[in-house]
């Protein structure tokens, strides 16, 4: 049953989306989770792209930071808009998070060369989902084909998705 748990996420989600996933850690339960991103497009239609726990992480019970490829639709919406909702399903339980976005600096990552657009997320609403007929057993979960190469790039991206400052607060 879905029912609004306010403002603040569950301790246990700020605890998945803080720590750092440790190399060794590749293929534990959890680390291949992925967070759904919906966005609106400009005519008004749902954008669905996925991130990693590489690519986002909790500062707190509120406030998020996303890091997202600059030119995709998913950032293009974000900016545009300044609010999306993130989906993940956790501890048998799906919630669906409505954030409020700021834009800032263009993360830069040395290993590659790229840059990745950096948001800061505010956490609006929380809902959660636990179905009384059935136990959620996951959600959308991957396989990483080169893990060394991405979790270099994802304590990479985590660093500086810490250290991101936003004007304001």
Same mark, same amino acid.
């Given at each position: %049953?879905? $029912?609004?748990?306010?403002?603040?996420?569950?301790?246990?989600?700020?605890?998945?989306?803080? =720590?750092?996933?440790?190399?060794?850690?590749?293929?534990?339960?959890?680390?291949?989770?992925?967070?759904?991103?919906? +966005? +609106?497009?400009?005519?008004?239609?749902?954008?669905?792209? %996925?991130?990693?726990?590489?690519?986002?992480?909790?500062?707190?019970? $509120?406030?998020?930071?996303?890091?997202?490829?600059?030119?995709? +639709? =998913?950032?293009?919406?974000?900016?545009? *808009?300044? $609010?999306?909702?993130? =989906?993940?399903?956790?501890? *048998?339980?799906?919630?669906?998070?409505?954030?409020?976005?700021?834009?800032?600096?263009?993360?830069?990552?040395? =290993?590659?060369?790229?840059?990745?657009?950096?948001?800061?997320?505010?956490?609006?609403?929380?809902?959660?989902?636990?179905?009384?007929?059935? +136990?959620?057993?996951?959600?959308?979960?991957? $396989?990483?084909?080169?893990?060394?190469?991405?979790?270099?790039?994802?304590?990479?991206?985590?660093?500086?998705?810490?250290?991101?400052?936003?004007?304001?607060?």
């Amino acid at each position: %049953m879905a $029912r609004s748990i306010g403002n603040e996420l569950p301790a246990a989600i700020v605890s998945l989306l803080a =720590a750092d996933p440790l190399p060794d850690q590749a293929d534990a339960d959890g680390l291949d989770l992925t967070i759904l991103v919906l +966005t +609106t497009t400009p005519d008004g239609w749902p954008h669905l792209a %996925m991130v990693s726990l590489g690519e986002i992480i909790a500062v707190g019970p $509120r406030a998020l930071r996303l890091a997202l490829w600059p030119n995709s +639709t =998913a950032a293009r919406n974000l900016w545009r *808009e300044q $609010r999306m909702t993130l =989906a993940l399903v956790h501890d *048998e339980a799906a919630y669906s998070v409505r954030c409020a976005a700021r834009r800032g600096a263009d993360l830069v990552l040395p =290993a590659n060369g790229g840059q990745l657009a950096c948001f800061g997320l505010r956490v609006d609403d929380v809902v959660e989902d636990v179905p009384p007929d059935a +136990t959620l057993t996951g959600g959308v979960r991957f $396989r990483l084909h080169n893990p060394d190469t991405t979790m270099r790039r994802w304590q990479q991206t985590r660093a500086a998705l810490r250290a991101a400052r936003f004007s304001g607060g």
